[in-house]
């Protein structure tokens, strides 16, 4: 296998990667909003997603690929809302720990990484192609 095409292999994965970060970020976004419907019950718990290394052994290359989804355990922050019917005796309720600030900034980040994978592969092709028109 040539360089190029092992490189176009290592963008793969990372395109790979990037769409899972892609789809977790979504997730978190779409429920930003989600509290439970009673007093005690928790609301969407934020997720994570890590990549790490990992050796393709038949095409000789090291690509990234999810390593694990885990939940952010960090604490629910409260709103006072005493009407609401998840709320506790004081008139608290728990709300999401998903800062959509934090989400997009996230999204915005996947995406361009999701771009750069995209358009190293365009140019290995491009090279390629070059490449094959030199040789006749």
């Not at 999204?107 to 995209?118: C, D, I, V, W």
Request: net charge negative.
């Amino acid at each position: 296998m040539d360089e190029l095409s092992r490189s176009q292999n290592i963008s793969v994965a990372g395109m790979k990667a990037q769409a899972e970060r892609l789809r977790i970020v979504a997730q978190n976004l779409a429920n930003a909003e989600s509290v439970g419907e009673r007093p005690g019950e928790q609301p969407y718990r934020r997720q994570v997603i890590t990549f790490q290394n990992a050796v393709d052994r038949q095409l000789g290359i090291e690509t990234v690929e999810v390593n694990r989804v885990r939940q952010d355990m960090s604490p629910f922050p409260k709103e006072h809302d005493p009407d609401h019917p998840a709320a506790d005796a004081d008139g608290y309720v728990m709300m999401p720990n998903v800062n959509p600030l934090i989400e997009l900034m996230d999204l915005h980040e996947a995406q361009r990484s999701y771009e750069a994978n995209m358009n190293a592969i365009s140019v290995a092709r491009e090279m390629s192609k070059k490449t094959l028109e030199l040789l006749r």
